[in-house]
């Protein structure tokens, strides 16, 4: 293994670069542009290109490209070489800081809900310098923002980074109750990332892998996960060197994976990073994601991040753990041990209770997706109700402010009194581990376990960011001018907690009493994307984006616009994949097979011997095959007649389609325990699953 530290980002021009390579006050311009992620100086810019193009160079590199995060979930790129001519016409290497700052990609290829006609089809890419350019493939990346030329936005990055602002802004103020003085306060991410590894030669036999990520039919192996002796099981030799060559080019990119371990499924494991602040941690997932895909290629295998590649089986996610930092290090989420810094620490934690409830539908919406639908609520992943987990300790203190139980407070059997009490030692282990609850706070942090493992992230954390502001918005303004601050700040968190107790649940969230539990509380359970997805636009959600300047409606608009039809073209696609195993393979080695076997029995009855097992089986596969193809009608003309409207088609997706793939996948499963292996056209998931 090669020096680490040294190794560590040497594809990225970071920190340590810039000053190295940058004139002092160029250095201090830029470093001041990224703490208070404010505008950057044209003139520095250009002194910042080519320090960064001669570093680039120096590493091999001879392309540069924006790098970017359209509305597709995948990150955009568009390469150009530095070559320049010269007057005398010779070759130069240069980037200038125009091309840094600004690049001009065709927009019109790219999802923009309508926001966009393709007659305008002009869009920008603007740099992020908080997020720092690196080296992939010989080409720099540079992150960047993608907008109109209007000024609406397309990408994830845009609303993630206006969301840091919002949330920074009242975090601020909250602090400065608290007589502290601080310039930036920021949402911070470590991103557990989830995939399954499979082998390159089964996936390239399976068109619904290829073409939807997951698995369509298969019937499951003898051995699922019952056993329990994947997770944290010995890794094997392969897929080992494959983390260690994973680790290395996210260490060479800056991104400082952490934790390798196998998952609780067959094939499935996990990455867990270093946490970064909220867009670098965005970054570094999307790029995490892309890495392990091309690193599992060149070691055989073929990396899945869909939600749900195989029934039966868990599904993967991606645990977004969030908490806020301040500009002097300080995690808000930190209980803390004074009075002082337990009171704080009730204000934000109240502030997230209130956020999580009033905002219960956008953080359900932020993870929709025809993929994901099949984990949440499955059994496995949390339900699509969202609650809080705090934890026993909490609770008793949460009980004890409300009202109605004492909690030793320093000395015994006292309603804690915020702001003066001390609270009792929360141990830090204290979550023992809900890993059933959707939103659990995990010492000092939240952990948010919805979202999907092919999702983007910063979709979830502009809602969490937004929300949070909000509410810190709300409580900032009414403290800001009480005259006695700690009776103001015992009566509003008492308050609030009271009016959004109903979001914390301490049980076990797969229950069936939970889900009846929830509804009498009014939480909202919207089990399939285009139900939850029909309430982004909702009043009080164009209300909350519109305050803390992040979306206009017009945006959100063409968010859910997007979304609903990413979900109806997912689905359209799993199906004509499904139709199109069937119809050319399934079916046709059940006929082989069927055929041989009553081949057999005209043999058999020939020479007078009994045949009953193979009349038995070929009754059994005619029978299969016919109800098989009288299915296959059904779901042809289920996806000829999806309506028209783009609520109306997800919805007929989600309520026609998908009950037609199953009763198809029923069949095709059923056919598939009776065919000679031999005729079976695709690999079982026990070929899949258990290779050595
Ligand atoms: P576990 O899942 O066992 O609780 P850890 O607590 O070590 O594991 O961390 C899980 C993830 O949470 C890691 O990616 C880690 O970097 C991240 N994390 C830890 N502290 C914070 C924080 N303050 N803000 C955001 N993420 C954090
Ligand atoms: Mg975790």
Redo the contacts with the bound molecule.
């Keep these: 293994m090669e020096n680490v530290p040294a190794m560590f980002a040497s594809m990225v021009f970071d920190d340590h670069v810039m000053r190295q390579m940058l004139p002092k006050g160029v250095y201090l311009s830029l470093k001041k542009t990224m703490s208070e992620a404010s505008a950057l100086d044209e003139d520095v810019a250009d002194v910042v290109a080519a320090a960064m193009k001669d570093w680039a160079v120096s590493k091999g590199a001879t392309h540069f490209t924006h790098w970017f995060q359209p509305m597709t979930g995948v990150t955009a790129e568009k390469h150009d070489s530095f070559l320049s001519l010269d007057k005398n016409g010779s070759v130069i290497m240069d980037f200038s800081g125009k091309e840094l700052i600004k690049g001009e990609p065709d927009a019109s290829s790219f999802p923009s809900g309508g926001l966009r006609a393709t007659f305008e089809a002009r869009g920008y890419t603007a740099w992020d310098p908080t997020s720092y350019a690196f080296i992939k493939d010989d080409t720099l990346c540079i992150p960047t923002a993608f907008c109109s030329y209007t000024g609406q936005i397309l990408d994830k990055k845009t609303p993630l980074l206006r969301s840091m602002d919002a949330i920074s802004r009242q975090a601020v103020r909250a602090l400065a109750l608290f007589g502290k003085n601080v310039k930036r306060v920021s949402a911070t991410i470590g991103a557990?990332q989830e995939y399954f590894l499979i082998d390159k030669k089964d996936y390239a036999k399976r068109l619904d892998l290829k073409l939807t990520g997951r698995t369509v039919i298969g019937a499951p192996a003898a051995k699922g996960q019952e056993k329990e002796d994947h997770y944290f099981g010995s890794i094997r030799p392969r897929v080992k060197a494959f983390m260690a060559d994973l680790d290395q080019e996210l260490w060479k990119l800056g991104i400082p994976a952490k934790t390798e371990h196998n998952e609780v499924a067959p094939c499935q494991h996990e990455m867990a990073p270093i946490f970064d602040t909220a867009n670098k941690a965005t970054d570094a997932n999307q790029l995490t994601m892309e890495v392990m895909k091309k690193v599992a290629d060149r070691h055989g295998f073929a990396c899945l991040l869909h939600e749900k590649p195989f029934e039966g089986i868990n599904g993967s996610g991606k645990?977004n753990?969030w908490a806020l930092s301040s500009d002097e290090g300080e995690n808000l989420l930190d209980p803390g041990k004074t009075p002082g810094e337990n009171a704080q620490f009730l204000l934000f934690l109240t502030a997230i209770i209130a956020a999580v409830d009033e905002y219960q539908d956008l953080l359900r919406i932020s993870v929709a997706s025809a993929g994901n639908d099949h984990r949440l609520g499955a059994n496995e992943a949390p339900p699509a109700i969202v609650s809080i987990f705090v934890g026993q300790e909490l609770d008793d203190v949460i009980s004890s402010i409300v009202g109605d139980k004492a909690v030793a407070a320093g000395k015994s059997s006292e309603h804690i009194d915020i702001g003066t009490s001390v609270l009792p030692k929360l141990s830090k282990d204290n979550s023992d581990r809900n890993r059933t609850s959707p939103f659990a706070f995990t010492g000092n942090k939240f952990?948010f376990r919805m979202p999907g493992s092919s999702f983007n992230i910063a979709c979830t954390n502009v809602m969490l960011n937004t929300a949070v502001a909000d509410s810190l918005k709300r409580f900032c303004t009414e403290l800001e001018g009480a005259s006695d601050f700690n009776k103001a700040l015992n009566a509003l968190i008492k308050r609030e907690l009271i009016a959004h107790r109903r979001i914390l649940f301490n049980g076990n969230g797969y229950s069936r009493e939970w889900e009846e539990e929830a509804e009498r509380r009014g939480l909202s359970n919207y089990k399939k994307t285009p139900e939850a997805l029909i309430h982004y636009c909702d009043d009080k959600n164009v209300e909350l984006f519109k305050r803390h300047g992040v979306y206009t409606r017009q945006e959100m608009e063409s968010r859910m616009e997007i979304g609903l039809e990413e979900y109806r073209k997912a689905i359209q696609i799993e199906a004509s994949a499904m139709l199109e195993m069937l119809k050319r393979q399934v079916v046709p080695s059940a006929i082989a097979f069927s055929k041989d076997v009553a081949l057999s029995i005209e043999a058999k009855d020939s020479i007078g011997i009994s045949a009953k097992g193979e009349r038995s089986l070929c009754a059994e596969l005619s029978s299969d095959i016919d109800s098989l193809y009288e299915r296959i009608r059904v779901l042809e003309k289920d996806l000829s007649e999806v309506p028209s409207g783009i609520y109306e088609s997800a919805r007929w997706c989600a309520d026609r389609i998908l009950a037609s793939m199953d009763a198809c996948r029923e069949k095709a499963d059923d056919l598939e325990r009776i065919v000679d292996k031999s005729y079976w056209p695709v690999p079982t998931y026990s070929d899949i699953l258990f290779y050595v």
Aim: proline fraction near 0%; avoid cysteine; charge should be negative.
């Design positions: 557990e645990h753990n952990e």
